[in-house]
């Protein structure tokens, strides 16, 4: 029997020299949530919670884990992982509905899950890419996070990494959009793809009439043009007037909205984000059902290393043909901490078959990063 006997939490936060801009805020730096679990054996699980809004969120989201989730865990008897999600979820759901809180709940529900799922990897000695029955550990990526700024030096250096596929920034004004679009296509090699982020950015009819703009620049996706919790009889009036293949799931968070998705075949591509809903328990469940539906499984991730590894590992189990989310900007709290995943095959993640996520997160590296909460 695998017992927990300790559960901390470690808040990072990275300056930004060039903030993260989208259509709805503005990121002076990057933070970072992750945990670390210990068994009555000593041996560690790790997880990271999704934090990236609002600003404050990560040491939020740490003070719930230290004074909620902390107590329920002491001593708990891991009888499989997702009996543990089963039981946070159930021990959380009132708090969840008088705090009105359930997002940041569900977010440390989900980094748990990570954690939980690590750890048990080890215990079992598998690696979570094959235990989740995935058949290849190298997997395309794509270049995301480029912001609005004169994007197309975001994307030559991404191109000198190796990546063939980018994730743009818009909402910031059809004008800015549209010529921030086409200074991009002027330099990508032949068979590169590009998708746009309009991050909510619009309602129905300036969706509809950006897309009309939109339509024959070739895009891969426009990814959240409408608000995410809009009724699903405005995503399939936007569907029905426009070619451009839509996405979106990072803001979805239940079975429930997604399968609502599936008959109307209104997304191309769907999104959900492991550490912010789900982990691996509920997220390896959707992806069968995203991929039974014939949608593209491609994960949503913009945070740090752990998270970006727990996805990798998802997309590799889902057989699929999606690709990987790696922000391209510069961010220790990523890069410093995952070893060589992204370096061994440049516009590929590489995962290999040590046990769990496959790597112990390097600490020391960004120790200084560290921040009290």
Same mark, same amino acid.
Request: a neutral charge; glycine letters at 8%; aromatic letters at 8%.
């Given at each position: 029997?695998?017992?927990? =006997?300790?559960?901390?939490?470690?808040?990072?936060?990275?300056?930004?020299?060039?903030?993260?801009?989208?259509?709805?805020?503005?990121?002076?730096?990057?933070?970072?949530?992750?945990?670390?679990?210990?068994?009555?054996?000593?041996?560690?699980?790790?997880?990271? +919670?999704?934090? #990236?809004?609002?600003?404050?969120?990560?040491?939020?989201?740490?003070?719930? *884990?230290?004074?909620?989730?902390?107590?329920?865990?002491?001593?708990?008897?891991?009888?499989?992982?997702?009996?543990?999600?089963?039981?946070? +979820?159930?021990?959380?759901?009132? %708090?969840?509905?008088?705090?009105? !809180?359930?997002?940041?709940?569900?977010?440390?529900?989900?980094?748990?899950?990570?954690?939980?799922?690590?750890?048990?990897?080890?215990?079992?000695?598998?690696?979570? /890419?094959? =235990?989740?029955?995935? #058949?290849?550990?190298?997997?395309?990526?794509?270049?995301?996070?480029?912001?609005?700024?004169?994007?197309?030096?975001? +994307?030559?250096?991404? *191109?000198?990494?190796?990546?063939?596929?980018?994730?743009?920034?818009?909402?910031?004004?059809?004008?800015?959009?549209?010529?921030?679009?086409?200074?991009?296509?002027?330099?990508?090699?032949? =068979?590169?793809?590009?998708?746009?982020?309009? #991050?909510?950015? /619009?309602?129905?009819? !300036?969706?509809?009439?950006?897309?009309?703009?939109?339509?024959?620049?070739?895009?891969? /996706?426009?990814?959240?043009?409408?608000?995410?919790?809009?009724?699903?009889?405005?995503?399939?009036?936007?569907?029905?007037?426009?070619?451009?293949?839509?996405?979106?799931? !990072?803001?979805?968070?239940?079975?429930?909205?997604?399968?609502?998705?599936?008959?109307?075949?209104?997304?191309?591509? %769907?999104?959900?984000?492991?550490?912010? /809903?789900?982990?691996?328990?509920?997220? @390896?469940?959707?992806?069968?059902?995203?991929?039974?539906?014939?949608?593209?499984?491609?994960?949503?991730?913009?945070?740090?290393?752990?998270?970006?590894?727990?996805?990798?590992?998802?997309?590799?189990?889902? #057989?699929?043909?999606?690709?990987?989310? +790696?922000?391209?900007?510069?961010?220790?709290?990523?890069?410093?901490?995952?070893?060589?995943?992204?370096?061994?095959? @440049?516009?590929?993640?590489?995962?290999?078959?040590?046990?769990?996520?496959?790597?112990?997160?390097?600490?020391?590296?960004?120790?200084?990063?560290?921040?009290?909460?």
């Amino acid at each position: 029997m695998t017992t927990i =006997k300790n559960i901390e939490s470690f808040v990072y936060r990275y300056p930004l020299s060039k903030p993260v801009i989208t259509s709805f805020g503005v990121m002076d730096n990057r933070p970072m949530l992750i945990l670390k679990i210990t068994d009555n054996n000593g041996m560690n699980g790790w997880g990271e +919670v999704w934090c #990236n809004f609002p600003l404050t969120g990560a040491e939020h989201r740490a003070k719930l *884990i230290d004074n909620i989730f902390k107590p329920l865990l002491a001593n708990f008897d891991i009888i499989t992982p997702e009996k543990t999600y089963e039981y946070l +979820v159930s021990k959380t759901k009132i %708090l969840s509905i008088q705090s009105g !809180e359930p997002g940041p709940i569900a977010q440390c529900i989900a980094g748990i899950d990570i954690a939980v799922h690590d750890l048990i990897g080890k215990v079992e000695n598998i690696s979570l /890419w094959k =235990k989740f029955g995935g #058949n290849k550990n190298i997997i395309p990526c794509y270049a995301s996070g480029i912001n609005p700024t004169k994007p197309e030096l975001t +994307v030559k250096d991404a *191109i000198k990494k190796g990546y063939s596929s980018f994730k743009l920034k818009i909402g910031f004004g059809l004008k800015k959009d549209l010529g921030n679009i086409k200074e991009i296509k002027n330099i990508l090699p032949e =068979k590169s793809s590009l998708m746009v982020d309009a #991050n909510q950015a /619009w309602n129905l009819h !300036e969706a509809i009439e950006a897309c009309r703009l939109l339509e024959d620049l070739n895009l891969c /996706w426009l990814e959240e043009p409408i608000p995410a919790n809009s009724e699903i009889k405005e995503w399939i009036h936007l569907k029905d007037r426009t070619k451009i293949t839509l996405a979106a799931g !990072e803001n979805f968070n239940s079975h429930r909205e997604f399968s609502s998705f599936f008959q109307n075949k209104v997304f191309g591509y %769907l999104q959900p984000d492991i550490a912010k /809903w789900g982990g691996f328990t509920e997220c @390896s469940k959707l992806i069968k059902n995203i991929i039974q539906n014939k949608i593209t499984y491609c994960p949503h991730y913009l945070g740090g290393g752990i998270g970006l590894v727990a996805s990798a590992h998802l997309l590799s189990a889902s #057989n699929g043909k999606g690709i990987l989310e +790696v922000d391209i900007n510069d961010n220790p709290l990523r890069s410093d901490i995952v070893g060589d995943i992204l370096q061994k095959n @440049s516009g590929f993640a590489t995962l290999s078959d040590i046990p769990g996520l496959g790597f112990e997160p390097n600490l020391k590296a960004i120790s200084k990063y560290l921040v009290a909460h």
